[in-house]
């Protein structure tokens, strides 16, 4: 619609030496005004979407000191360097493929067929350089997801292979279905096509992101086999400790600062209101609840876990509260932007109990995950995703996902009925199987042409040492012969042991 019209206004000016003129000039700075008005919103929007794409990525350098912490020392540097290197082969593989499958629209419902390279964009009404960054950034956090489950015992070209394929291709066919205009489950199908009438809603990806890294890590580490030492003869767990707490508080802290732009930041953009212009109102206040929600979440399920492992165990394990708050913010993930603080509560309070189940059943089966990431990601993940189709507020759905018109189907326990239910139970049962399928087919194939899992010789030594030249630490044992420098690092054995007061490796 035309917003001044010189011939609508020159009538108006008739007292005018030349009416049309001046009617013409007004239109023309008016347009003028307009359109810088359009450039700052533009900008705007921009700058938001960079900033929470800088947070995202910040999130690698918590992955990398959480995954470095949870893991012993002899094998820090190559798990450093994994962490690295799903950033730099993830950035390249996501540039060339992952993007395009993912987004490139027009499309069917499964898979994008445009955007390779980056072609074509930036596109007027269409995407521009800051969303291929920030998308890049979720892709490459999935596959960090996936290195903490296979830490201490994988091949370092196993992890290059993976890592390509899980952001080149298996991460990004699963957002395409979920959060591209085109995908057959999507909330914003552009043609209204609906899974069950309201698609479904994971809005920064509980499903998309946790649940692929963390099926994908499971696979890795089933067809691996649990570290040497994890079990011993009779089957009962011994714990393989981190070696850094420090570590790992820093690399919680990291990551709960980087969630920020990964759940508020998924709503791309700020500048928009809800309803009438020049309301208090608007996305910006949405974006705010969604940091309140993840918030509260994260450190429900950190105070959940922190007493229900001391009423478990007998002793508060800072590891454990850490693994807990990170259970709580995957779950939150998916809706986050549509639930209540109130229910935010309730999600990290059964993330919390679905995180310590997760464990219980690892170690019944003997499953070793250093990070404990197929269960912190893929369960509280899938719970986030049910929680989500429970308490998503018909009042933000519609304001999020249908221009404010209220009408969708939301929260089953909101008295939404329980066609969003249907579609989540689809989304978790449509994901485990993807993933399956293309995962766990590489790791066979990986293990079977003797690419996966180390030796068992440089598994006891560790990697620093026997694949990357050196260790991450210098420090050195009571019987060594070097000059005393550094720090040591030596294993502690019980009292009134025969070997108690004799020096041992480092493990």
């Not at 540039?95 to 007027?124: D, M, Q, R, V």
């Not at 492992?309 to 932007?337: E, M, P, Q, Y």
């Not at 293990?447 to 050196?470: F, P, Y």
């Amino acid at each position: 619609m035309e917003l001044c019209s010189a011939t609508d206004l020159a009538p108006l000016l008739v007292g005018l030496t030349n009416s049309t003129a001046a009617a013409e000039y007004l239109c023309g700075s008016f347009g003028t005004v307009t359109n810088k008005f359009t450039d700052v919103g533009f900008a705007i929007d921009t700058t938001y979407l960079l900033f929470s794409a800088y947070l995202v990525f910040a999130m690698q350098l918590g992955f990398a000191m959480l995954c470095a912490g949870s893991v012993r020392a002899k094998n820090t540097m190559n798990i450093m360097l994994t962490n690295v290197l799903d950033a730099a082969a993830g950035g390249l593989f996501y540039y060339l493929f992952g993007f395009a499958f993912a987004f490139g629209t027009p499309s069917n419902g499964f898979i994008g067929k445009h955007f390779f390279g980056l072609k074509e964009i930036p596109a007027a009404g269409g995407f521009d350089y800051g969303y291929f960054l920030y998308q890049w950034a979720f892709a490459i956090a999935a596959a960090g997801i996936t290195s903490g489950s296979i830490a201490e015992r994988t091949q370092f070209v196993a992890y290059l292979i993976y890592s390509a394929f899980l952001t080149g291709f298996v991460y990004p066919v699963v957002s395409h279905w979920f959060w591209s205009v085109d995908g057959w489950a999507s909330p914003s199908r552009t043609d209204g096509n609906l899974l069950f009438g309201s698609g479904v809603i994971d809005f920064a990806g509980s499903g998309v992101v946790h649940m692929v890294g963390g099926i994908a890590g499971l696979w890795g580490a089933l067809i691996e086999g649990p570290r040497i030492g994890r079990f011993d003869h009779t089957g009962r767990a011994v714990a393989l400790k981190g070696h850094s707490a420090s570590l790992v508080v820093l690399g919680t802290f990291l990551l709960w600062f980087g969630w920020y732009g990964f759940n508020p930041g998924s709503f791309a953009t700020i500048l928009k209101t809800y309803g009438e212009s020049g309301s208090y109102y608007g996305q910006w206040s949405a974006i705010g609840r969604t940091a309140v929600t993840t918030t509260l979440a994260g450190c429900t399920a950190a105070l959940t876990t922190l007493f229900g492992k001391r009423l478990l165990v007998g002793h508060w394990n800072v590891t454990d509260v850490c693994n807990g708050l990170l259970g709580g913010f995957a779950a939150i993930t998916a809706g986050c932007s549509v639930v209540e603080p109130w229910a935010a509560i309730i999600c990290g309070f059964v993330a919390s109990g679905v995180l310590i189940g997760c464990n219980k059943l690892a170690e019944k089966f003997k499953y070793d995950d250093p990070l404990e990431a197929a269960q912190l990601h893929g369960g509280c993940g899938t719970w986030g995703i049910i929680f989500t189709a429970l308490f998503a507020k018909n009042e933000y759905v519609a304001q999020i996902y249908n221009g404010g018109v209220v009408g969708r189907p939301y929260g089953l326990f909101m008295g939404g009925g329980g066609k969003l239910l249907a579609a989540h139970l689809v989304q978790i049962l449509v994901i485990a199987g993807w993933v399956s399928a293309t995962m766990g087919p590489l790791f066979l194939i990986l293990n079977k042409l003797k690419l996966l899992r180390i030796s068992s010789e440089d598994e006891m030594q560790g990697m620093d040492v026997t694949r990357h030249g050196g260790f991450a630490y210098v420090y050195h044992d009571d019987d060594d012969s070097l000059p005393k420098h550094g720090f040591q690092l030596r294993k502690v054995e019980p009292s009134g042991t025969p070997n108690s007061n004799s020096a041992a490796p480092v493990v």
